[in-house]
């Protein structure tokens, strides 16, 4: 890979948050297409977390208590998705732990995130047509985002003058982030120091269609799951799924409430927790049904919170980009294509065919035409995502080559019960990375670092610190 100039960083502002957290947030400039520097760029947001140190005396200087303390090494947090930005430095499980670990954190949210010149529909259509949009869409993939990461990082060795023997910064790929993780393996190994990853052993040689035929099946399993437990909701699911049909429902923020968005609220059945926060929010849309003959405001902005395709629209529009791993590689509506061979979804081409005793199956991490039908955001971008959705020259994502001759030490958590990354394909990838330690557990599910952090970690950190025999 070429190498990559510095960021220029833009400003750098600092506070103390309560629990003495260190917190300096940094904006970063970029270009907005690396092989076309003269094209613009783009704004990087980050934050650089550090503890307080405050020291019981006055501190002293002598050969052996020097004024400043030790350099600590940069761990950096590579978030989920894609086209999520990152939460408060506070709010986030990782932090006291990586901090109490001797690492300082930094958060830096993707481009076209958070912060990080985040899409948005008018900001697109200020770029041109729909091939323009798309042309600007392709850019924001993990090819680039770990470009980004290689010139903020050599932005900060400057900056702050890093030590010399301390040039190499550790990365935290959860989910997505694991994509993003493997791609820099693939691409700037000597930038690493070290390498962890949790539900992110992405499947580096496959299309979207044999992920998609992978994870269907996880969906399914997890759909008859949902139905064991809770095998009243069958009878209530139709129920409203028949008052959608019959009504046009307006969503507070916009766009209809139709079928299909509704039986997306599946994307959580991966989830810790996930089975019944689906339930409780059926048992509230049915409560309001018996009750007033309506979904009230509150349930539909309930509802709305359960999706984030509005919000983090790259979730949606390169979902499925994110598997085309190399050149002739195409996603073309993967997930449609495979839910339109399953009896489990017929609901999604055959509508009232479906036998009304039959379970209504609920999609998962999912993306359908339809999405861009009825989310507001998404429907002024769909003529740029059928455009990528066709695209086949898309830029090499992995060395494989690269990942075989691998010297970094990566430590991966792999859940066999993923309902997003098919632990299969996972431990295919992980056959095809040198030196890599893998924690493999059915215990876990797929936000696992969330919800039962200190387990995560605690396995990690014995695999690096050679604890288990």
């Not at 140190?53 to 947090?77: C, D, I, L």
């Not at 109490?100 to 899409?119: E, M």
């Not at 009504?247 to 810790?272: C, E, Y």
Request: with cysteine; net charge negative.
């Amino acid at each position: 890979m070429s190498v990559i100039q510095p960021a220029r960083l833009l400003s750098r502002s600092q506070h103390v948050l309560p629990g003495f957290l260190h917190i300096q947030e940094l904006f970063f400039e970029v270009p907005r297409n690396y092989s076309r520097p003269g094209l613009g760029n783009i704004q990087l947001f980050g934050r650089i977390v550090n503890r307080v140190e405050k020291p019981q005396g006055p501190r002293t200087t002598s050969r052996n208590s020097p004024a400043s303390p030790p350099f600590k090494p940069f761990m950096v947090y590579l978030e989920g998705g894609p086209g999520f930005g990152n939460r408060q430095p506070g709010e986030h499980p990782l932090t006291s732990q990586i901090l109490d670990r001797g690492y300082q954190l930094l958060y830096l949210d993707y481009r076209g995130t958070g912060l990080s010149t985040p899409i948005n529909a008018r900001h697109l259509k200020s770029l041109g047509d729909a091939q323009a949009q798309a042309d600007y869409l392709k850019l924001f993939r993990q090819d680039n985002i770990v470009r980004d990461l290689e010139a903020v990082r050599a932005c900060l060795a400057t900056e702050d003058d890093w030590p010399e023997n301390s040039q190499q910064w550790s990365i935290f790929g959860q989910s997505f982030g694991g994509f993003v993780s493997l791609t820099y393996l693939s691409s700037y190994p000597e930038s690493l120091r070290e390498c962890f990853m949790t539900g992110g052993l992405a499947p580096i040689r496959r299309t979207a269609t044999e992920v998609y035929q992978a994870t269907f099946r996880k969906v399914i399993q997890r759909n008859e799951a949902y139905y064991k437990k809770f095998p009243e909701d069958i009878a209530k699911i139709r129920r409203i799924v028949e008052y959608i049909d019959r009504n046009l429902i307006a969503l507070p923020a916009g766009g209809p409430l139709t079928v299909p968005r509704f039986l997306a609220l599946g994307i959580a059945f991966g989830m810790h927790g996930g089975l019944n926060s689906v339930h409780t929010l059926v048992l509230k849309m049915v409560a309001d049904l018996d009750q007033f003959g309506y979904f009230t405001r509150s349930t539909l902005n309930t509802y709305e919170q359960t999706s984030a395709f509005d919000v983090a629209p790259i979730y949606a529009i390169l979902h499925e980009a994110i598997y085309c791993f190399k050149p002739g590689v195409k996603s073309n509506w993967a997930a449609e294509h495979v839910a339109s061979q399953l009896e489990e979804f017929a609901w999604l081409t055959k509508g009232d065919d479906v036998p009304a005793d039959k379970p209504l199956y609920f999609t998962g991490e999912m993306v359908f035409p339809s999405h861009f039908e009825s989310f507001p955001e998404l429907e002024e971008m769909r003529e740029a995502a059928d455009i990528l959705a066709k695209y086949d020259q898309w830029d090499d994502l992995y060395s494989l080559h690269q990942l075989r001759e691998n010297k970094v030490p990566v430590f991966a958590a792999s859940y066999i019960e993923d309902m997003y990354v098919d632990f299969d394909l996972a431990r295919e990838t992980a056959s095809l990375v040198a030196g890599i330690k893998v924690y493999e557990t059915n215990e876990l599910y797929h936000n696992a670092l969330r919800s039962c952090t200190n387990q995560v970690l605690e396995a990690l950190f014995k695999m690096r610190d050679d604890a288990i025999d």
